[in-house]
């Protein structure tokens, strides 16, 4: 009977049936964006391995010795334009045209 009663009461309360899971999902989103946000700030704590940085060190990269790397491997040298076939003008399309 008391089953019932409660059933009946979610079915019928509209701030039963769509107040508390709106609540429930703004309080539970709040805690799950903090712990989210939590470990962004745990991540800059972490410390690199000593021999991982010296190596990061040792190998400098510029810009420019990037560029002369990629500028000798392209082929925009050698680049050409080609037109490909239209096939959406057939040939009545184009009598049609003429016509006009």
């Known amino acids: 009977m008391f089953a019932y009663a409660v ?11 769509y107040g508390v899971p709106m609540l429930l ?12 946000s939590q470990i962004r700030y745990d991540a800059v704590k972490i410390k690199i ?4 940085e010296k190596k990061l060190k040792m190998n ?3 810009l420019e010795s990037e560029y002369e790397t990629g500028n000798k491997q392209t082929v925009l040298d050698r ?8 096939h959406s003008v057939g040939k009545s399309s184009v009598n049609l045209i003429k016509f006009l």
Do not use: Q, Y
């Not at 391995?49 to 991982?52: A, G, M, R, V």
């Not at 680049?79 to 239209?86: S, Y």
């Open 7 to 17: 059933r009946r009461a979610l079915r019928k309360n509209k701030t039963l049936r």
């Open 25 to 36: 999902l703004i309080v539970g989103g709040s805690f799950g964006l903090r712990e989210f």
């Open 49 to 52: 391995d000593p021999e991982l």
């Open 60 to 62: 400098k990269v510029s």
């Open 79 to 86: 680049w050409m334009t080609h037109k490909g076939p239209i």
